[in-house]
């Protein structure tokens, strides 16, 4: 099938759908002034335009896909961190936790008294109740976007405690954490914040 079997209306299809997406403009732009050559009665133009756009919106396609790529992987680094963090907190592990966090990190817990740097979150971290166990605890992403190294993730915890001698209970809320990758690729927290518990129904 040549170039100039196309269906202008397929082109423009394409090219619009494009534009849709910030990374877009040039393509968009060239396929607007080809379109306003073609109405003016240049179809020889037309025809040799399609080929370098389609070659273009090609370029910007497989940009786009590595972007999508970059996207699946900090997703799942940003996941391996949050498991580690879980596992850590079920231990009563506060150097595990602290861990997870950049040198100069922010907490804000429910209340929103500022917690900063590591050793403080350390210190925060650390369990003071010894008739308290946390069973179970887990950290689902709801909504996750990604700029270069920094990511923001809103997300719900949940968490399974339970006091001595009393039965399990369960609880969760939301939070909103701020990851920033390291240079060897792993991410750790920069900010991090959550909500108390829901109400219990």
């Known amino acids: 099938m040549g170039w100039t079997s196309i269906p202008a209306i397929g082109v423009a299809a394409v090219a619009l759908a494009c534009a849709e997406q910030r990374i877009y403009p ?34 910007v396609s497989t940009g786009y896909a590595q972007d999508e790529a970059d996207s699946t ?47 403080s979150i350390r210190a925060f971290w650390t369990p003071r109740n010894p008739d308290f166990r946390t069973l179970a605890h887990s950290l689902t992403t709801d909504r996750l976007e990604l700029v270069g190294d920094v990511a923001v993730e809103v997300g719900t915890w949940r968490q399974e405690g339970q006091l001595s001698g009393q039965e399990p209970r369960q609880s969760a809320g939301r939070y909103l954490v701020v990851w920033r990758r390291q240079p060897d690729g792993a991410w750790k927290m920069q900010f991090d914040s959550w909500t108390a518990p829901f109400p219990e129904d």
């Open 26 to 59: 040039m393509a968009r732009t060239a396929w607007r002034s080809t379109w306003r050559s073609s109405k003016a009665g240049s179809p020889r133009l037309m025809r040799r335009c399609l080929p370098p756009i389609a070659a273009l919106l090609c370029l």
């Open 73 to 119: 992987a900090a997703a799942e680094g940003i996941a391996l961190s949050a498991h580690a963090f879980s596992r850590a907190l079920e231990r009563g592990d506060a150097d595990g936790m602290a861990a997870q966090y950049v040198d100069d990190a922010v907490l804000v817990p429910p209340g929103g008294r500022m917690i900063a740097g590591r050793d």
